[in-house]
């Protein structure tokens, strides 16, 4: 393993740029205010839901949905356990340009790792996309390490965001999953769980637009109770740990200020065993920084995405240029 893949180099803020700057969506922040006013989120979702064409595949004779949005090479986004995939909407905005965004629908009726890679590349099959980038965070994560393990030809970059690596189940957990996997109706009915994520994420998002909470809310609390508890079953036995030297390929890991330490601590072991990885850690932001900041995270993944895996391996910062 390179000397760079167990640095933890110190990572700048990146400013803003001038197309940004122009951007009338975004102006000065307020005084005392930790964020700029933000993207007119309720317009984008409206236009990428307006401009996206529908991909339909099948896996193991059964349906699977992707939606596509721009011009360029296959970026196919990935994301958490309870969640849809439009809270990417406004960072597939920033790239459409650049990359044709992939959001895939994770289908109901899987139940492993592996079934839900499969509808990943049974996606990627439907579009005519041998080779692909991925985005995945959180939950999605573990989709994506499965996909690089059982078809690490198809994937040229891979960024993952808020990542995990395994997570241990206590008894009780295992047996709420098994429960809530029979029970009706989306995540919003359960008790205390809009409590739970207010309380994990409302700080991080821009103070002077409560309405992109509301929709960020709305949206993790819109999946089924049944879907999210078995895509939560899928979690026991889910362990990467021993096989992440398996993986070559170019490796983008995202942690953010916000996040819960388990995220910190896969991103952390990821960069440590992963032997063409860079770690980068972004303040000031939350679990879901694609939504609360996504032109800080535009300009992140842009240049790594754009990069040859022999440059990007290259470029990859040492202990030693990252040390005081």
């Not at 964020?35 to 004779?61: F, M, Q, Y």
């Not at 699977?64 to 721009?70: K, L």
């Not at 300009?299 to 290259?314: G, I, K, M, W």
């Amino acid at each position: 393993m390179s000397e760079a893949a167990n640095s933890e180099p110190t990572v700048e803020v990146t400013p803003p740029t001038q197309e940004e700057l122009n951007d009338p969506s975004l102006a000065p922040a307020l005084p005392g205010e930790g964020c700029p006013p933000p993207l007119a989120w309720s317009d984008v979702v409206r236009e990428v839901g307006e401009r996206r064409t529908v991909i339909d595949a099948k896996t193991n004779g059964k349906p699977v949905r992707g939606y596509a949005v721009g011009d360029g090479p296959p970026l196919y986004f990935l994301n958490g356990i309870s969640a849809t995939p439009d809270l990417f909407s406004l960072l597939v905005w920033l790239l459409r340009d650049e990359f044709r965004c992939v959001v895939i629908e994770f289908p109901s009726h899987a139940r492993t790792m592996t079934d839900l890679s499969q509808s990943l590349l049974a996606v990627a099959d439907a579009a005519g996309d041998q080779q692909f980038d991925f985005y995945a965070t959180s939950f999605g994560s573990l989709v994506a390490l499965q996909t690089l393990l059982d078809a690490p030809e198809r994937i040229s970059h891979a960024v993952l965001q808020g990542p995990l690596v395994g997570m241990n189940l206590s008894s009780a957990e295992r047996t709420g999953a098994r429960i809530l996997s029979w029970l009706p109706g989306q995540m919003r009915r359960l008790p205390m769980f809009a409590s739970i994520i207010r309380g994990s994420h409302l700080r991080w998002f821009p103070p002077v637009d409560p309405t992109r909470w509301q929709f960020a809310e709305h949206d993790m609390t819109e999946p089924r109770i049944a879907d999210v508890a078995r895509r939560g079953r899928m979690l026991i036995g889910t362990d990467f740990t021993d096989r992440l030297s398996e993986i070559a390929t170019p490796t983008l890991l995202i942690s953010s200020e916000g996040e819960a330490s388990r995220h910190r601590d896969a991103a952390k072991l990821l960069n440590e065993r992963l032997p063409n990885s860079r770690h980068e850690n972004i303040p000031n932001t939350g679990h879901v920084a694609f939504l609360t900041h996504p032109h800080r995270m535009a300009n992140l993944v842009r240049p790594f995405l754009q990069s040859s895996p022999d440059a990007e391996s290259q470029l990859r910062p040492t202990a030693d240029e990252n040390s005081p």
